[in-house]
């Protein structure tokens, strides 16, 4: 079982990038799905995450009004990131909540992990 996070890169501030994770080996349509994210010194932190159905998201006061989470299909899910600023250049992490049947924002709470995909914003 994998999850695959792709989508990271170089960005200036005030640009966008949109992050997707794939999942592989099984579905995860059931799952609770969401991103935290990690910089140096720091521990890793809630993002956003989204419900098994989709219809509900919570979002992490920080990126709320410019990040987007949405499940594309039972495998796939993706985060669209706007008026990207400086600080929110990170190692971003993708995960799975298999058992919880609401949403989490806590990382203990996932059991599924994707291996990061950095993102730079730059001034």
């Known amino acids: 079982v994998q999850l695959q996070a792709s989508g990271g890169g170089l960005v200036q501030a005030g640009g966008s990038l949109r992050l997707s994770c794939a999942a592989s080996g099984r579905t995860f349509n059931n799952a609770v799905m969401g991103w935290f994210r990690r910089t140096p010194g720091k521990e890793r932190e809630f993002v956003a995450a989204?419900?098994?159905?989709?219809?509900?998201t919570v979002y992490a006061d920080s990126v709320k009004g410019r990040f987007t989470l949405s499940r594309e299909n039972a495998n796939k899910v993706s985060l669209q990131m706007n008026s990207l600023k400086p600080e929110d250049t990170a190692v971003y992490y993708c995960?799975?909540?298999?058992?919880?049947?609401?949403?989490?924002?806590?990382?203990?709470?996932?059991?599924?992990w994707g291996q990061g995909t950095l993102v730079t914003v730059s001034s």
């Open positions: 995960a799975a909540d298999t058992f919880h049947t609401r949403v989490m924002v806590f990382r203990d709470a996932y059991d599924y």
């Open positions: 989204i419900s098994r159905s989709g219809g509900s």
